[in-house]
């Protein structure tokens, strides 16, 4: 029985061995020139998706560049809008308007504002 054990153990031991050079053989098969002849499609696929990837990514770059310089742009409109309105506001201040008119030769009114209402019954149109 003692033989029969040993025997079967070497069977066992040789199986890896064996199935490694299997392995290797595989390998250089698969990386043969057959190999690389019957995969051009899919090598083919692979370096399309490849060259769409890089462009994709190159765009990406430049769009966000392109956003970059909107938003200086906006932000720099911004500061423009705001210093404008602010301008404004001072400029429509009363007594900004009492000042500028002045030197057209108007001044304020001294009575309030009043009304002309019309009889309808006197008035016909």
Excluded: C
């Excluded at 040789?14 to 057959?34: E, N």
């Excluded at 430049?62 to 404004?88: F, G, H, I, T």
Aim: aromatic share 8%; glycine share 0%; proline share 4%.
């Amino acid at each position: 029985m003692s033989t029969q054990n040993t025997h079967n153990v070497t069977e066992q031991e040789q199986q890896p061995a064996q199935r490694v050079r299997s392995d290797w053989k595989t390998l250089v098969d698969k990386l043969s020139y057959k190999a690389i002849v019957n995969n051009i499609p899919f090598l083919a696929f692979v370096a399309l998706l490849a060259v769409l990837y890089i462009n994709n990514s190159q765009r990406a770059v430049d769009m966000q560049r392109e956003l970059n310089k909107e938003n200086k742009v906006l932000k720099e409109l911004r500061w423009k809008y705001m210093d404008v309105s602010s301008k404004l506001m001072y400029v429509k201040m009363e007594s900004e308007v009492i000042k500028r008119a002045s030197s057209l030769g108007m001044k304020p009114m001294s009575l309030p504002a009043y009304s002309i209402v019309v009889d309808s019954t006197i008035y016909k149109p």
